[in-house]
């Protein structure tokens, strides 16, 4: 979030920097300015995404998981309202399953179109015996991945604020699930 307010050359600068190691005279000629300039655009970038303050989530790791519990049996059972009351009433929803399935991407915002894709999209899947929810950490926050059949379908990370569901970042995009499952399983608390 906090590289989408960033300018596209700060932006460029920086992730190609500081990501990918590329040399600022290299970087240059993408951004159209001097080597000089380019490094001022990756330190202007880096000190902004440094400085950048994020929300401080909810630090109640029983209360969120009684949330989630709350979360998921609402989602099996279809149940919209305990679902809906669950969730803030901004709540966000953000589901990655990659450029081959590009229908499945969804971004919504709002309690109820929260609550509505979710019993549509994991209703169903939950009520499937080979599908397994393990606990994790997902980005240093509550999370799940799911798996079927002993093979992870899905990470989902979710944020939390005042007791309540903020938002809810899934990716169902194989080869990125695959990559990332093992990391994710392997940091559970």
Not at 20 to 28: G, H, S, T, V
Not at 33 to 50: C, E, G, I, Y
Not at 62 to 87: I, P
Request: hydrophobic share 45%; proline share 7%; aromatic share 4%.
């Amino acid at each position: 979030m906090v590289l989408d307010t960033l300018t596209p050359p700060e932006r460029l600068a920086f992730v190609m920097h500081d990501l990918f190691d590329l040399p600022y005279e290299q970087i240059a000629s993408m951004v159209d300015r001097t080597p000089l300039a380019t490094r001022q655009l990756a330190s202007r970038a880096r000190r902004r995404v440094h400085d950048a303050p994020l929300p401080a989530p909810d630090r109640y790791r029983s209360q969120e998981r009684r949330v989630l519990d709350a979360f998921f049996t609402a989602a099996r059972d279809g149940d919209l309202a305990t679902l809906a009351a669950v969730l803030d009433p901004d709540a966000v929803l953000r589901i990655d399953a990659g450029s081959t399935r590009p229908s499945v991407n969804v971004a919504l915002r709002g309690a109820e179109a929260v609550a509505a894709q979710t019993v549509r999209g994991l209703a169903s899947a939950l009520r499937q015996p080979a599908v397994e929810l393990h606990p994790a950490r997902v980005n240093g926050s509550p999370g799940v991945v799911a798996t079927a059949q002993g093979r992870p379908i899905s990470i989902i990370g979710f944020t939390f604020a005042g007791g309540r569901i903020t938002e809810i970042d899934a990716i169902a995009d194989p080869r990125r699930v695959q990559s990332l499952a093992e990391a994710v399983i392997s940091g559970a608390q």
